[in-house]
């Protein structure tokens, strides 16, 4: 099973190379502890106690093969980028700068999909900041020089199914902050009312802010106001890279 979802979760992947910022050295995320509240009984505490362990010590296996399956898929993309990058910097004596291993999202390539097909579950569920953790982690391993972004992006509305789920409901803004404490998502073209106040906005960015400063990292915020619609309305962008979605109330 969990070979069939990590050959998914890499397939459905694509990767994208683009100039930017030097990417920050990356150091692999520690667990400092799990606490767990379960009932053990006198006569059976020791038996009951291995058996939490070993579900333990099972997700942190596939944790780590997950990581380290999607890294060796990237890094066959990201060497070819590598190669052709060095190749074209030599012959017209420019410096090449390194690559950009994000998986980019655009339309039916979707980022959503993938982490749909290792959760088995829609994008919102459990399981869908673990593997915004993976994603990100097998990310910054490719054993490449990187720039740029070099991380996770989750584009509400570039990527058709994430739309999709939007309209759903089965995630939301609260939801993109959380997966952004394990990865540098923030908030990519999230629709909002065209009557946001000025307030309003300076409330969502100062989440955003917030989050950034905690957490010691850059964060975005790509907000759209959509011009006389309100919560509830559907979105009506005619740009071929933004895909209609509904439009939440903010609190």
Same mark, same amino acid.
């Given at each position: ?23 920050? *050295? ?16 006198? @006569? ?44 074209? @910097? ?23 999909? *993938? ?22 982690? *097998? ?27 939007? *309209? ?84």
């Amino acid at each position: 099973m969990i070979r069939a979802r990590l050959a998914a979760l890499s397939l459905l992947l694509a990767t994208a190379c683009a100039a930017g910022a030097q990417a920050p *050295a990356y150091t692999r995320p520690k667990v400092r502890a799990i606490t767990a509240f379960v009932s053990l009984e006198r @006569a059976s505490y020791a038996r009951q106690i291995a058996a939490t362990l070993a579900i333990l010590r099972e997700a942190q296996r596939d944790f780590d093969a997950a990581v380290a399956e999607l890294t060796r898929q990237l890094t066959i993309h990201a060497r070819v980028a590598e190669t052709i990058g060095t190749e074209v @910097a030599s012959h017209y004596g420019w410096t090449f700068m390194g690559v950009d291993p994000t998986p980019a999202p655009l339309a039916d390539v979707s980022i959503g999909a *993938a982490i749909e097909a290792f959760t088995g579950a829609k994008f919102g569920a459990g399981g869908t900041m673990t593997a915004a953790l993976i994603i990100t982690t *097998a990310v910054k391993a490719v054993p490449v020089r990187q720039i740029g972004y070099s991380g996770l992006m989750l584009p509400v509305m570039e990527d058709k199914l994430l739309a999709r789920r939007w *309209a759903e409901g089965t995630y939301d803004m609260d939801g993109l902050l959380a997966y952004s404490a394990v990865c540098a998502t923030g908030l990519d073209t999230v629709p909002l009312p065209g009557d946001v106040s000025e307030a309003q906005l300076m409330r969502i960015y100062g989440d955003v802010a917030s989050l950034a400063w905690k957490w010691h990292k850059p964060l975005a915020a790509r907000l759209l106001p959509v011009t006389g619609r309100k919560a509830g309305d559907q979105t009506d962008f005619s740009d071929p890279y933004l895909f209609n979605t509904s439009i939440h109330p903010l609190p």
